[in-house]
């Protein structure tokens, strides 16, 4: 049986970065990692053709670790963000000059950056099981034991399950996922744009629902397009000039004037979390622990912060205390008010600016002018974007 302090179940954004933070915060600290798809780039689900915003804070912290470097070409600054309301007068620009930081954040190509993280991975002192998927899971009063497909048997005092929305390992341990459906799903793709973007991200409120545009490097941005489920297929099917006009035509030419559109992909939107973060010798971290509504950009950002307090407690507690009911109490602990934050934060925007109510609309318009116009207003939101949350309970 192989030993080890810390098992992680998902080898994609999250395990893989959580994998790479213990061990550099830890070296002397035994690390496996079990990943049920090999890294062949688009083939792994967790590193596909989308683009993710990493909030300011997350860069800092993904800094320490040499997980994240500006230089990167598949990464790229935003500088600006727009937040408006089509057909209403209400916007609001939030700018990285105003907060004295470098950028608010950045935009990461997925496939590129999985690439990376899984390159650190195999140079590193870490354990890797892959393709392996967990078979049986015993636990123990001081560890627990993980039987996989691929016959290994392995122990480790702390279990972290970072396998995604999905999590097969969630089920083993019987711990439920409360959820609901938006009857809204996201449309993603590529797009090219006339002239450039300048780092300018959007944030666009439309009658079909809330578009994001993230810039990307070679002129492109980001899009996500939140529609109503019936439409998506509509969408995903015409052909790339009908797109294009169809995007113009709901987004306005405050972005500039879109040239190209690459493949499309939808996926449906949900608001879930996990019934507890925390199971015996076993902690629940990003998709695995909560589902939220891409409107404000936060889902990897909040995993992020899942790993920089489950990190922080690893480094804190002796190597034997790992996983004993003081260091999961303390996690999620930790993690409750942060998770709940996001998730009515999101949940409350979608219902805002969903909303088609006249009265709402303009409630929603004069508090977006109202943030164009101070600063002090202004301030939750940007500290929002660029992740400055309180992660704890205290």
């Given at each position: 049986m192989q030993q080890f302090d810390v098992l992680?179940?998902?080898?994609?954004?999250?395990?893989?970065?959580?994998?790479?933070?213990?061990?550099?915060?830890?070296?002397?600290?035994?690390?496996?990692?079990?990943?049920?798809?090999?890294?062949?780039?688009?083939?792994?689900?967790?590193?596909?053709?989308?683009?993710?915003?990493?909030?300011?804070?997350?860069?800092?912290?993904?800094?320490?670790?040499?997980?994240?470097?500006?230089?990167?070409?598949?990464?790229?600054?935003?500088?600006?963000?727009?937040?408006?309301?089509?057909?209403?007068?209400?916007?609001?620009?939030?700018?990285?000059?105003?907060?004295?930081?470098?950028?608010?954040?950045?935009?990461?190509?997925?496939?590129?950056?999985?690439?990376?993280?899984?390159?650190?991975?195999?140079?590193?002192?870490?354990?890797?099981?892959?393709?392996?998927?967990?078979?049986?899971?015993?636990?123990?009063?001081?560890?627990?034991?993980?039987?996989?497909?691929?016959?290994?048997?392995?122990?480790?005092?702390?279990?972290?399950?970072?396998?995604?929305a999905k999590s097969p390992t969630r089920e083993k341990l019987q711990l439920g996922f409360t959820s609901k459906a938006y009857e809204q799903g996201a449309l993603i793709a590529n797009v090219e744009v006339a002239g450039g973007h300048d780092g300018q991200a959007f944030e666009r409120f439309t009658e079909h629902g809330p578009m994001a545009l993230l810039p990307m490097s070679k002129d492109r941005y980001s899009l996500v397009w939140c529609m109503h489920r019936d439409q998506l297929h509509e969408y995903q099917t015409m052909t790339g000039t009908q797109f294009i006009e169809a995007l113009q035509s709901a987004f306005g030419f405050r972005a500039g004037i879109f040239t190209q559109v690459g493949e499309r992909a939808q996926y449906p939107l949900v608001l879930g979390k996990v019934d507890r973060v925390v199971h015996h010798r076993a902690v629940v971290i990003g998709n695995?622990?909560?589902?939220?509504?891409?409107?404000?950009?936060?889902?990897?950002?909040?995993?992020?912060?899942?790993?920089?307090?489950?990190?922080?407690?690893?480094?804190?507690?002796?190597?034997?205390?790992?996983?004993?009911?003081?260091?999961?109490?303390?996690?999620?602990?930790?993690?409750?008010?942060?998770?709940?934050?996001?998730?009515?934060?999101?949940?409350?925007?979608?219902r805002l600016f969903s909303n088609s109510s006249r009265l709402v609309a303009l409630g929603r318009n004069c508090g977006l002018l109202a943030m164009a116009l101070s600063t002090r207003l202004k301030s939750p939101l940007a500290k929002q974007l660029m992740g400055h949350v309180r992660k704890g309970n205290k």
């Open positions: 992680i179940v998902g080898g994609g954004m999250a395990g893989a970065t959580a994998a790479l933070a213990i061990k550099k915060q830890c070296p002397t600290y035994h690390i496996g990692v079990i990943e049920a798809f090999e890294p062949q780039g688009q083939a792994h689900p967790s590193f596909d053709d989308r683009s993710i915003a990493l909030a300011e804070q997350s860069v800092s912290y993904l800094k320490r670790f040499g997980l994240f470097n500006p230089q990167w070409s598949f990464a790229q600054a935003i500088h600006q963000v727009h937040v408006s309301d089509r057909g209403h007068f209400g916007k609001a620009d939030i700018d990285h000059q105003h907060y004295n930081c470098d950028a608010l954040g950045y935009v990461v190509e997925v496939n590129l950056y999985g690439n990376e993280l899984h390159r650190q991975l195999q140079s590193a002192d870490i354990g890797m099981f892959c393709p392996a998927n967990v078979a049986q899971l015993e636990q123990k009063i001081d560890h627990v034991i993980v039987t996989l497909t691929t016959g290994d048997l392995l122990s480790g005092k702390l279990l972290v399950l970072a396998d995604g695995a622990a909560h589902a939220i509504h891409p409107i404000a950009g936060q889902g990897f950002n909040l995993g992020v912060r899942d790993i920089q307090s489950l990190v922080s407690l690893i480094e804190k507690y002796p190597r034997e205390a790992l996983g004993e009911f003081a260091f999961t109490h303390e996690f999620e602990q930790s993690r409750l008010a942060d998770i709940d934050h996001v998730m009515a934060l999101t949940d409350g925007l979608v």
